[in-house]
T-cell receptor, first 114, second 111 residues
Framework: SAVISQKPSRDICQRGTSLTIQCQVDSQVTMMFWYRQQPGQSLTLIATANQGSEATYESGFVIDKFPISRPNLTFSTLTVSNMSPEDSSIYLC???????????FGEGSRLTVL | GENVEQHPSTLSVQEGDSAVIKCTYSDSASNYFPWYKQELGKRPQLIIDIRSNVGEKKDQRIAVTLNKTAKHFSLHITETQPEDSAVYFCPAEGTGNQFYFGTGTSLTVIP
């Protein structure tokens, strides 16, 4: 299993500002994933972050809006840039460990953009 | 991402009845089929999974069945309880070990 810590757990932000979400895993992992969950909706994969290479973004998500860092095998950050109210969501960090294929999630970061 | 269709989108059952949720996938090469449960305000968590070399798997009141020919798999919950009320997801695995989530099924168990 994996224990994933995210911070902040929630924040209220002003339009036009940027916020960085941190994700810490209690073990070394190859892949980390960032998801967005808008109110009442499913989870949408934003990007996959591998250590030592640039993140791979899904269709509809770009690096300028969601820059990601992956400095080592236990840590990643997601920045939500130039925020607008449409960015109000829960952002979840996740990873796969143990070879079982099970996806573990952090507790999520709830962002509200005013 | 990979395509997965989940039905129904909402489901209400009386406590004690059974609930069945079905997912249809498009990639015939898929070989791992998980079900996640997300309670209100919480993170999704794996509740059961199955691999393509197995047709059915059970864990107490929960079971998953797989039909590879028809490319669908189903979650079965028997003797439902109010704490089973949640949103259930059947994400599809992509080529790079990513998971793509469908719309989910909101299950309500009525006491």
């Amino acid at each position: 299993s994996a224990v994933i810590s995210q911070k902040p757990s929630r924040d209220i932000c002003q339009r036009g500002t940027s916020l960085t979400i941190q994700c810490q895993v209690d073990s070394q992992v190859t892949m980390m994933f960032w998801y967005r969950q808008q109110p009442g909706q499913s989870l949408t994969l934003i990007a996959t972050a591998n250590q030592g290479s640039e993140a791979t973004y899904e269709s509809g998500f770009v690096i300028d809006k969601f820059p990601i860092s992956r400095p080592n095998l236990t840590f990643s950050t997601l920045t939500v840039s130039n925020m607008s109210p449409e960015d109000s969501s829960i952002y979840l960090c996740s990873t796969i460990t143990g070879g079982t294929g099970e996806l573990f999630f952090g507790e999520g970061s709830r962002l509200t953009v005013l | 991402g990979e395509n997965v269709e989940q039905h129904p989108s909402t489901l209400s059952v009386q406590e004690g009845d059974s609930a069945v949720i079905k997912c249809t996938y498009s990639d015939s090469a898929s070989n791992y089929f998980p079900w996640y449960k997300q309670e209100l305000g919480k993170r999704p968590q794996l509740i059961i999974d199955i691999r393509s070399n197995v047709g059915e798997k059970k864990d107490q009141r929960i079971a998953v069945t797989l039909n590879k020919t028809a490319k669908h798999f189903s979650l079965h919950i028997t003797e439902t309880q109010p704490e089973d009320s949640a949103v259930y997801f059947c994400p599809a695995e992509g080529t790079g070990n990513q998971f793509y989530f469908g719309t989910g099924t909101s299950l309500t168990v009525i006491p």
